[in-house]
């Protein structure tokens, strides 16, 4: 487990082996949700980087035709 502290800014680091693992870089955007007082940075991804994230995911019938506009 890591543990940052708080700067008088409000800002943190996040880890180095954390941001390696997340592919986290300089300038890279993150959405932050906060759930029951847990705040939780998820990295915001363009489509083209999300492809391929999940391997032996089964396309399909993932979405219903009634679903498609």
């Known amino acids: 487990m890591n543990t940052v502290k708080v ?8 880890p180095e082996n954390l941001r390696d693992e997340a ?14 007082g847990i705040l939780q940075y998820v ?7 999300t492809k391929g994230m999940i ?5 399909k019938d993932l979405r219903d035709k009634t679903d498609r506009i």
Do not use: C, N, T, W
């Open 7 to 14: 700067s008088k800014k409000y800002q943190v680091v996040i």
């Open 23 to 36: 592919h986290i870089k300089p300038g890279d955007k993150m959405v932050v949700v906060a759930k029951h």
């Open 43 to 49: 990295p915001v991804r363009s489509i083209k980087e």
């Open 55 to 59: 391997p032996g995911l089964d396309l």
